[in-house]
């Protein structure tokens, strides 16, 4: 293992949506800056992305919604606890993004007038525009990055943030995948931009990589920005999704429900007024799934022809093309059937929920000169374009950053503890393997992680999580590829520590089922109406705080407030009460 030094005005690390906007934005901001792209395996084919993607979920278009009713209905998804501050900026930047990547060629849905043509799903406003063909997203922002000449290595593995006496960022460390060659590289700026965590819980297909989240995102952001000192918080706010039984995807009453699809009960009934993704959506799909009317299934079979048509263009030929097979394997069809439904793995996503780095409205985190952008930062439910969005403002944020700041200087005892850590695997010659390591991590985690949470669980959790820190210590890799799924491993088995102290440190009940605490079983305003951030003490302990909500810069009224309260269909007897 030899090692390689680099040294770079701005390292962006990620190469799948933010990523290339942060780096390609950079640049833009300052020409001159020395910025690499860093991406574990490549950029042309990487990311959530990598097969396209279906329709923005958040579009906010002048005509269909403002940025103000964007806000409110993102703040009443979560409860009340977002920092208003950063989806506003989002909402306010997005209709911009937008015209920006269609002028870049990204095709999007519009009427005949040559407007967008955004449908409503939302409790307050309309947000969703397909793209029908957005299978080409990866070619369009390759094209851009060679086009603003940014650097780009390929098939390196970040595995942690390096920090100056101030705790300034200083570089990142990590190694070739193919060749096992360790990097060094100085960098005055680092934008983490890895994804979800997505490979956290284990789905109930048993398929190891068949989680709802892109498999390749096991939380290396989160887990590199938790090592260097910074705060990650909320991550007891899980995403849990609607998935297809058996399959890989996401159900899609989401994108079907302007064309009149719907989730429905195994009786045909549809149980839920809105099908917009929330913590009390799936808390909803969860009761009616245990309580004798499950399962939950995709009803599209009462749909014309040209309609189920027009959704299957949709969803099997772009983000998962599979999806057509799958059907096809099992034998179902939407127009003869409904198609079951289930609930998926638990991960860390803000995409879908909550959770992730602590980031403000500029993409800074909690350390200078660190900033995410995307699935992995903590402004919530910020899907495909708010990756986009936050990503600009971490590239253009990060150039001016990086005029003001001195040249890295850098902690060779660190480079070489790490250095120890990553190659260690490979010296070994028995031991379990990283795929073994990695299914009993993942096992513990539904075993004693997946909601409704026990508390008595997560600590028994705790203590399988502390026992599998032997594993790791025994591991063995036989090539630079198993290597990277021994760091992979690693950093499961800390997203999954970092879990469930969230959980046990937050006591009360909130975000519908994403913290439902059989112990705590009440919402507790009055003690928790709050954010829980987590850091890493010098002992590399994970150190708790509460941190006040922010003022929030669009007000709510009652009736808003509740919104998400009134979700369940009203049988009539009680809509007559009512």
Same mark, same amino acid.
Request: charged share 25%; with cysteine; hydrophobic share 35%.
């Given at each position: 293992?030899?090692?390689?030094?680099?040294?770079?005005?701005?390292?962006?690390?990620?190469?799948?949506?933010?990523?290339?906007?942060?780096?390609?934005?950079?640049?833009?901001?300052?020409?001159?800056?020395?910025?690499?792209? #860093?991406?574990?395996?490549?950029?042309?084919?990487?990311?959530?992305?990598?097969?396209?993607?279906?329709? #923005?979920?958040? &579009?906010?278009?002048?005509?269909?919604?403002?940025?103000?009713?964007?806000?409110?209905?993102?703040? @009443?998804?979560?409860?009340?606890?977002?920092?208003?501050?950063?989806?506003? &900026?989002?909402?306010?930047?997005?209709?911009?993004?937008?015209?920006?990547?269609?002028?870049?060629?990204?095709?999007?849905?519009?009427?005949?007038?040559?407007?967008?043509?955004?449908?409503?799903?939302?409790?307050?406003?309309?947000?969703?525009?397909?793209?029908?063909?957005?299978?080409?997203?990866?070619?369009? #922002?390759?094209?851009?990055?060679?086009?603003?000449?940014?650097?780009?290595?390929?098939?390196?593995?970040?595995?942690?943030?390096?920090?100056?006496?101030?705790?300034?960022?200083?570089?990142?460390?990590?190694?070739?995948?193919?060749?096992? =060659?360790?990097?060094?590289?100085?960098?005055?700026?680092?934008?983490?931009?890895? /994804?979800?965590?997505?490979? #956290?819980?284990?789905?109930?297909?048993?398929?190891?990589?068949?989680?709802?989240?892109?498999?390749?995102?096991?939380?290396?952001?989160?887990?590199?920005?938790?090592?260097?000192?910074?705060?990650?918080?909320?991550?007891?706010?899980?995403?849990?999704?609607?998935?297809?039984?058996?399959?890989? /995807?996401?159900?899609?009453?989401? @994108?079907?429900?302007?064309?009149?699809?719907?989730?429905?009960?195994?009786?045909?009934?549809?149980?839920? %007024?809105?099908?917009?993704?929330?913590?009390?959506?799936?808390?909803?799909?969860?009761?009616?799934?245990?309580?004798?009317?499950?399962?939950?299934?995709?009803?599209?079979?009462?749909?014309?022809?040209?309609?189920?048509?027009?959704? %299957?263009?949709?969803?099997?030929?772009?983000?998962?093309?599979?999806?057509?097979?799958?059907?096809?394997?099992?034998?179902?069809?939407?127009?003869?059937?409904?198609?079951?439904?289930?609930?998926?793995?638990?991960?860390?996503?803000?995409?879908?929920?909550?959770?992730?780095?602590?980031?403000?409205?500029?993409?800074?985190?909690?350390?200078?000169?660190?900033?995410?952008? /995307? =699935?992995?930062?903590?402004?919530?439910?910020?899907?495909?374009?708010?990756?986009?969005?936050?990503?600009?403002?971490?590239?253009?944020?990060?150039?001016?950053?990086?005029?003001?700041?001195?040249?890295?200087?850098?902690?060779?005892?660190?480079?070489?503890?790490?250095?120890?850590?990553? &190659?260690?695997?490979?010296?070994?010659?028995?031991?379990?393997?990283?795929?073994?390591?990695?299914?009993?991590?993942?096992?513990?985690?539904?075993?004693?992680?997946?909601?409704?949470? @026990?508390?008595?669980?997560? %600590?028994? /959790?705790?203590?399988?999580?502390?026992?599998?820190?032997?594993?790791?210590?025994?591991?063995?890799?036989? =090539?630079?590829?198993?290597?990277?799924?021994?760091?992979?491993?690693?950093?499961?088995?800390?997203?999954?520590?970092?879990?469930?102290?969230?959980?046990?440190?937050?006591?009360?009940?909130?975000?519908?089922?994403?913290?439902?605490?059989?112990?705590?079983?009440?919402?507790?305003?009055?003690?928790?109406?709050?954010?829980?951030?987590?850091?890493?003490? &010098?002992?590399?302990?994970?150190?708790?705080?509460?941190?006040?909500?922010?003022?929030? @810069?669009?007000?709510?009224?009652?009736?808003?407030?509740?919104?998400?309260?009134?979700?369940?269909?009203?049988?009539?007897?009680?809509?007559?009460?009512?």
């Amino acid at each position: 293992m030899k090692t390689i030094e680099l040294e770079y005005d701005i390292v962006v690390i990620g190469g799948g949506t933010g990523g290339p906007m942060a780096a390609v934005k950079a640049k833009e901001k300052n020409p001159k800056l020395r910025v690499l792209l #860093l991406d574990k395996a490549n950029v042309k084919r990487s990311g959530a992305i990598s097969m396209g993607m279906d329709g #923005l979920n958040n &579009a906010v278009i002048p005509g269909h919604a403002t940025p103000e009713q964007y806000t409110k209905e993102i703040t @009443v998804a979560n409860d009340g606890i977002v920092d208003q501050k950063g989806v506003y &900026a989002y909402a306010a930047n997005s209709f911009a993004m937008i015209e920006e990547l269609d002028k870049w060629g990204i095709k999007f849905e519009k009427d005949e007038t040559g407007d967008y043509a955004v449908r409503k799903v939302h409790h307050i406003g309309s947000y969703v525009l397909p793209m029908p063909e957005g299978h080409h997203m990866k070619r369009v #922002l390759y094209r851009q990055l060679k086009k603003a000449r940014v650097e780009i290595t390929n098939r390196v593995v970040a595995t942690r943030l390096l920090t100056g006496a101030g705790g300034e960022i200083t570089g990142v460390m990590g190694f070739d995948c193919r060749t096992a =060659d360790f990097y060094v590289i100085k960098a005055k700026a680092v934008v983490i931009c890895t /994804g979800a965590a997505g490979r #956290l819980g284990l789905p109930a297909s048993g398929y190891m990589f068949g989680t709802y989240e892109n498999p390749t995102n096991t939380g290396e952001g989160h887990v590199m920005a938790y090592h260097a000192g910074a705060e990650l918080t909320n991550l007891e706010c899980f995403q849990i999704n609607p998935l297809i039984k058996d399959y890989n /995807g996401p159900a899609c009453a989401y @994108v079907t429900g302007p064309f009149g699809g719907y989730t429905s009960n195994n009786a045909g009934e549809r149980f839920i %007024e809105c099908d917009y993704w929330s913590g009390q959506m799936m808390m909803e799909f969860f009761n009616e799934l245990e309580g004798g009317k499950g399962p939950v299934f995709l009803k599209l079979d009462h749909l014309a022809e040209e309609t189920i048509s027009e959704i %299957e263009h949709i969803l099997h030929t772009n983000e998962r093309p599979s999806r057509g097979r799958f059907h096809e394997g099992r034998g179902t069809d939407y127009r003869k059937a409904m198609i079951e439904m289930h609930i998926s793995e638990i991960g860390f996503c803000s995409g879908h929920s909550a959770s992730g780095i602590w980031t403000n409205e500029r993409g800074e985190c909690s350390i200078p000169g660190l900033y995410a952008a /995307g =699935d992995c930062a903590s402004i919530p439910h910020n899907y495909m374009l708010g990756a986009f969005v936050y990503g600009k403002f971490c590239g253009e944020n990060a150039a001016d950053y990086v005029a003001g700041a001195s040249d890295p200087r850098i902690d060779q005892d660190r480079v070489q503890i790490e250095r120890e850590r990553v &190659a260690a695997p490979l010296s070994r010659s028995e031991g379990p393997t990283p795929f073994q390591v990695e299914y009993k991590t993942r096992r513990v985690v539904n075993d004693y992680l997946q909601p409704p949470k @026990v508390t008595r669980k997560m %600590e028994i /959790g705790l203590q399988r999580f502390d026992e599998i820190r032997e594993d790791l210590d025994h591991m063995v890799a036989a =090539d630079p590829h198993e290597l990277m799924r021994a760091m992979e491993a690693h950093t499961i088995r800390d997203c999954a520590e970092l879990a469930a102290r969230s959980s046990l440190f937050r006591t009360e009940s909130r975000w519908g089922l994403y913290h439902l605490c059989v112990d705590h079983p009440e919402k507790d305003d009055a003690n928790w109406f709050c954010h829980t951030n987590v850091t890493s003490d &010098a002992n590399g302990n994970a150190r708790f705080r509460k941190r006040e909500v922010e003022p929030y @810069v669009v007000e709510l009224n009652d009736q808003e407030k509740a919104a998400y309260q009134r979700l369940r269909v009203a049988s009539p007897a009680t809509a007559k009460a009512a």
